[in-house]
């Protein structure tokens, strides 16, 4: 069975620093890939997804996302956060044609001044 | 494109009632998917529709829950005589399927407290 593994459920970085949120997966096959960010009270919002091809994929708000197959991950990176990036970010892995995401337990993101 | 629109966004019920929640997809996606979300926890696959025929039920879905989406439009979830464990975040997704691989957009959520 699809698996989805954050190992850091808070992280606190401050505004304008880097931020990379980890994610490591397990699929019989070739993933379909996502993150998505939710803030309090909300739904999910898709920042990126990687179905096929370039493993350096961009999404929203300057976030952006590498697929490694060796080590089964795809992290997410920032260069720079805003304080308005503070929310929990899930990464989910989708069953071959999309039919159910799996998602992992999340990362809280917290920025400090 | 109006997004997902969940209903109600909040819903308060004693232990023992029976509730319902709509959602209504994106309107030319074809297919449906509900989750649950448990505080502190990543959402959790329930069941999904292409069109009007439910495809898959998770184990999770016991014989208090039932989906409909009888026009392949809006669903509906339905969930008999409540209990605390049934106190969550039910999230609503749609997406197009059969041009090409389309990702799952998400409504707000129904928030259910069991009292």
């Known amino acids: 069975a699809q698996s989805v593994t954050q190992p850091d459920i808070h992280i606190t970085v401050s505004e304008g620093a880097s931020l990379e949120l980890r994610c490591n997966y397990s699929?019989?096959?070739?993933?379909?890939l996502f993150w998505y960010v939710q803030s309090p009270g909300q739904g999910l919002q898709l920042l990126l997804k990687?179905?096929?091809?370039?493993?350096l994929v961009q999404g929203i708000k300057g976030f952006e996302a590498e697929f490694k197959r060796s080590q089964s991950s795809f992290n997410l990176r920032k260069p720079s956060v805003h304080w308005s990036d503070a929310a929990e970010y899930f990464c989910?892995?989708?069953?071959?044609?999309?039919?159910?995401?799996?998602f992992g337990t999340g990362t809280r993101l917290t920025i400090i001044p | 494109d109006t997004g997902v629109s969940q209903n109600p966004r909040h819903k308060i019920t004693k232990r023992g009632q029976n509730v319902t929640f709509r959602c209504d997809p994106i309107?030319?996606?074809?297919?449906l998917y509900w989750y649950r979300q448990t505080l502190g926890q990543g959402p959790e696959f329930l069941t999904y529709?292409?069109?009007?025929?439910?495809?898959?039920k998770s184990r999770l879905l016991s014989d208090r829950f039932s989906a409909e989406r009888p026009k392949g439009s809006f669903s509906t979830l339905e969930i008999q005589r409540t209990e605390q464990g049934d106190s969550a975040m039910y999230l609503c997704?749609?997406?197009?399927?059969?041009?090409?691989?389309?990702?799952?957009?998400f409504g707000d959520g129904t928030r259910l407290s069991i009292l």
């Open positions: 997704a749609s997406s197009q399927v059969g041009t090409g691989n389309q990702p799952q957009h």
């Open positions: 699929y019989g096959a070739t993933p379909y």
């Open positions: 990687y179905f096929s091809g370039d493993t």
């Open positions: 989910a892995v989708g069953d071959f044609g999309n039919e159910k995401l799996t």
């Open positions: 309107s030319e996606h074809n297919r």
């Open positions: 529709f292409q069109n009007e025929a439910q495809l898959e």
